[in-house]
């Protein structure tokens, strides 16, 4: 009988937060250990469980899996949320290195010095509303549909979706002009299984907070 | 008839450049339109060519594809080099999740300031003999095959080749603790197709120069 799949990451979003949006969005339950004390960083490096010494690392049929992508990929392959062949494959690619983009500037932003704060968030404003969020309305736009590749439910709704509601915290009014993004929101966040994701309880995590973040910087010995 | 995939880029490594290996690795012959001039970039643009206003870009099976990864992963399973498997494909993946870590590394340290640029290319030397390289070694070591998955040619040992030899220019001597590396060099040199892009005269591209970064910066305004 196979286990849960056993995330391991420190307990915030950071790169992990699209893993486990994605294992609850599928429905599939999940333990997590928490990378607490440098000593546990330390720890989990030595006995050489990490490929290539980062997190996140995820256990799961057998394998350690690394590589945030790697492992996103082998999950909605495994669920069925990747489209029906490689064309499809290569839009939901496509797709989520933009989504992926952009939640990489948000991502990174906690370690982002106060003196360049705002003009990175006035950036990642403007990449929001000029260049990510209008190919996404436009998509859906085109063909009409409720998901964004192949009338049916994959890894870009549910990464984009993630996504919006990471925009909506920075600012509501930047999906002012996107109706159909909004639709989608909506859709996603009433499926049963993101529905149960979305109380609170469950593994999501918050936004980090400052004292989380100096815990984080003391875990991985950062300046 | 199809027609050949195009490759739209900078006449230059950057991005693109994992792409040609692939393509070139497996066999198929591919076109590539240069950008040169801020006027084809913004007729890219406005043509709506880009999706999200970048490139790489590649027109290929009737799509018009950006993302280097999406492109890359398109190729990998069209071509049959990416596992037989998902378990095979995810460690495919994890292993060129890494190699392209390494090469975007030296790729965006061209575009630094000379300090910065030499501190950048003395880290990626360092991280592929303490982080990569061992691991990689390693994995040869363990199964004794000649690939590095299910003991067929795939896009990661295509991807390891590429990392190798980029960081070799670097520095000559990257390999010398690592034996199995030197004859996976050797051995996936001479396949037929790699052989013939490592020839003087294929689309292979040279390492970054001024003059390369120079019309990137001026077509992206940067």
């Not at chain 1, 995330?7 to 429905?27: C, P, T, V």
């Not at chain 1, 736009?141 to 192949?150: A, E, N, R, T």
């Not at chain 1, 870009?156 to 925009?167: G, K, M, S």
Request: net charge neutral.
């Amino acid at each position: 009988m196979a286990g849960k799949p056993k995330l391991h990451y420190f307990n915030g979003r950071g790169r992990m937060e699209s893993i486990r949006w994605l294992l609850a969005a599928a429905g599939v339950e999940f333990e997590e250990k928490f990378i607490e004390t440098p000593e546990d960083w330390d720890k989990l490096r030595s006995d050489g469980h990490l490929m290539f010494q980062q997190v996140p690392m995820v256990e799961m049929d057998g394998m350690k899996m690394v590589q945030t992508r790697a492992i996103l990929n082998y999950i909605a392959s495994k669920y069925n949320l990747y489209g029906k062949d490689i064309k499809e494959k290569a839009l939901i690619d496509m797709y989520t290195e933009g989504i992926a983009d952009l939640s990489e500037m948000i991502i990174v932003l906690p370690l982002c010095p106060p003196d360049q704060k705002e003009a990175k968030i006035a950036l990642i404003k403007e990449r929001t509303t000029d260049r990510y969020l209008p190919v996404f309305e436009k998509v859906l736009k085109s063909h009409g549909q409720d998901y964004l590749v192949g009338n049916r439910l994959s890894k870009a709704d549910i990464h984009l979706v993630e996504l919006l509601y990471y925009v909506e915290e920075i600012d509501p009014s930047l999906l002012a002009n996107f109706p159909l993004l909004k639709a989608l929101k909506t859709r996603v966040s009433n499926l049963p299984t993101v529905k149960k994701f979305l109380q609170p309880g469950s593994q999501r995590k918050p936004p980090i907070d400052e004292k989380s973040l100096e815990q984080a910087k003391k875990i991985f010995r950062m300046k | 008839m199809a027609t050949k995939p195009k490759l739209f880029y900078f006449r230059g490594r950057g991005r693109m450049e994992s792409i040609r290996w692939l393509l070139a690795a497996a066999g198929v012959e591919f076109e590539e339109e240069f950008i040169e001039t801020t006027e084809q970039y913004e007729k890219l643009l406005k043509d709506g060519r880009l999706l999200f206003g970048q490139v790489p870009m590649v027109e290929i099976d009737g799509m018009v594809l950006t993302q280097t990864r999406a492109i890359l992963s398109y190729l990998a399973a069209k071509y049959d080099l990416y596992g037989k498997d998902l378990k095979e494909t995810v460690r495919i993946n994890m292993y060129t999740d890494g190699t392209l870590d390494l090469m975007l590394m030296i790729a965006v340290a061209a575009f630094k300031p000379p300090a910065e640029k030499e501190e950048s290319l003395a880290l990626v030397v360092k991280r592929a003999k303490t982080r990569y390289f061992p691991v990689f070694e390693k994995i040869l070591k363990d199964h004794g095959e000649d690939f590095l998955v299910g003991n067929k040619f795939s896009w990661a040992d295509i991807q390891l080749l590429e990392a190798i030899l980029m960081v070799e220019e670097l520095d000559a001597s990257v390999l010398s603790e690592f034996p199995l590396l030197k004859a996976f060099k050797t051995r996936i040199s001479n396949i037929p197709t790699i052989k013939k892009f490592l020839q003087p005269g294929s689309q292979r591209k040279p390492p970054p120069d001024s003059h390369y970064v120079e019309v990137v910066k001026s077509v992206l305004h940067f």
